[in-house]
């Protein structure tokens, strides 16, 4: 049985480790495997780390949840248009997405803007970490939020599973003991289980991720992208995500470092990372002479830890453990 005050710190962890990954992987984005580890000692260099969209969406999120008390789209909807800065390396559909949305466009409808079908991208994945860790205690629930926040931008299949598996990966880091490693098969057996409904990539990726595990456990950059991928696709990078954190965790920094190596999408892939282990190991753990480069300001580090917090102080109120 873990205490209140591990699972708060737990919390934190999962949404601080979102906002580390997220700003040190975002100098790194685009980059193919070979230039991002020649450049790896970069992260050793203390200056200003600034977040992207992946956090800034993160943020809103957890706002919502704390003031609904649950998932509710359209009131997600209205703070990814009130907060939402566009200027933090957003995606042109998510751009058109959040300027709709701000001209009065009803949130159901904005997702079919750019792509008629619904984006595949890990756009719903990259902020899921507050449904992952509000609704750590009841998969179902878990399952129905991560894709209730997803249908606002994505409502593409593909789109809307990679979110759940995120969550999910972060929900059952949040139940591990933070002094152990993952239990890796077990949790990819519960992830198989709660993914089998969806889409057959996220079975195929599972699949890898076992044989990787069998085999050695560690592979190359180059061979992590190859079978599992490094991209923007959700089945192409929430995988790899789950995949690194469940073979580096309780090493958050190790963990940060390899998802980097990969190149690529670097911010989201480590901002998953970091919020998956985060969950896992809490706060406490999560490196200070990273954290103290954070960015500060009206909603910088102070506030994200603190809405963290009330994040928390919400799902008592809501689950009373």
Request: charged share 25%; aromatic share 8%.
């Given at each position: 049985?873990?205490?209140?005050?591990?699972?708060?710190?737990?919390?934190r962890?999962a949404?601080?480790?979102?906002f580390?990954g997220?700003?040190?992987?975002?100098?790194f984005?685009?980059?193919?495997?070979?230039?991002?580890?020649?450049?790896?000692?970069t992260?050793?260099?203390?200056?200003?780390r600034?977040?992207?969209?992946?956090?800034?969406?993160?943020?809103?999120?957890?706002?919502?949840?704390?003031?609904?008390?649950?998932?509710?789209?359209?009131?997600?909807?209205?703070k990814?248009?009130?907060f939402?800065?566009l200027?933090r390396?957003?995606?042109?559909?998510t751009?058109?997405?959040?300027?709709?949305?701000?001209?009065?466009?009803?949130?159901?409808?904005?997702?079919?803007?750019?792509?008629?079908?619904?984006?595949?991208?890990n756009?719903a994945a990259m902020?899921v970490?507050p449904?992952?860790?509000f609704?750590?205690?009841?998969f179902?629930?878990?399952r129905?939020?991560?894709?209730?926040?997803?249908?606002?931008?994505?409502t593409?299949?593909?789109?809307?599973?990679?979110?759940v598996?995120?969550?999910?990966?972060?929900?059952?880091?949040?139940?591990?003991?933070?002094?152990?490693?993952?239990?890796?098969?077990?949790?990819?057996?519960?992830?198989?289980?709660i993914?089998?409904?969806?889409?057959?990539e996220?079975?195929?990726?599972l699949?890898?991720?076992?044989?990787i595990?069998?085999?050695s456990?560690?592979?190359?950059a180059?061979e992590?992208?190859?079978?599992?991928?490094?991209?923007?696709?959700?089945?192409?990078?929430?995988?790899?995500a789950?995949?690194?954190?469940?073979?580096y965790?309780?090493?958050?920094?190790?963990?940060?470092?390899?998802?980097?190596?990969?190149?690529?999408?670097t911010?989201t892939?480590?901002?998953?990372?970091?919020?998956?282990?985060?969950?896992h190991?809490?706060?406490?753990?999560?490196?200070?002479?990273w954290?103290e480069?954070?960015?500060?300001?009206?909603?910088?580090?102070?506030?994200?830890?603190?809405?963290?917090?009330?994040?928390?102080?919400?799902?008592?109120?809501?689950?009373?453990?």
């Open positions: 049985m873990i205490s209140k005050e591990i699972l708060k710190d737990k919390f962890g949404i601080l480790g979102c580390l997220d700003s040190f992987g975002a100098g984005e685009g980059m193919s495997p070979d230039r991002a580890i020649s450049r790896l000692g992260l050793s260099e203390k200056y200003g600034t977040y992207t969209d992946d956090t800034d969406m993160t943020l809103a999120l957890a706002e919502s949840i704390i003031e609904s008390g649950k998932v509710d789209p359209e009131d997600i909807a209205r990814f248009s009130q939402c800065d200027t390396g957003y995606g042109m559909g751009i058109q997405a959040v300027l709709a949305l701000r001209r009065g466009a009803p949130w159901h409808e904005v997702s079919r803007i750019v792509f008629e079908k619904g984006s595949f991208g756009g902020r970490s449904v992952g860790v609704f750590h205690h009841d179902e629930a878990l129905k939020a991560a894709m209730d926040q997803a249908n606002i931008t994505h593409h299949p593909l789109g809307q599973w990679g979110a598996m995120q969550a999910s990966s972060v929900g059952m880091a949040l139940a591990q003991d933070p002094k152990r490693p993952f239990k890796k098969e077990e949790m990819l057996i519960e992830l198989r289980e993914l089998w409904p969806g889409p057959v996220y079975q195929k990726a699949n890898q991720m076992e044989t595990f069998s085999q456990g560690k592979i190359e180059k992590v992208v190859r079978r599992l991928g490094n991209g923007i696709e959700a089945y192409r990078s929430v995988p790899t789950s995949y690194i954190a469940l073979t965790s309780p090493d958050f920094q190790d963990a940060i470092r390899t998802s980097i190596s990969l190149g690529g999408d911010d892939i480590a901002g998953m990372v970091g919020a998956i282990v985060g969950a190991v809490g706060e406490r753990c999560l490196p200070v002479e954290m480069q954070l960015e500060e300001g009206p909603r910088g580090y102070s506030f994200a830890r603190d809405l963290a917090g009330r994040l928390f102080e919400t799902w008592c109120e809501m689950a009373k453990p």
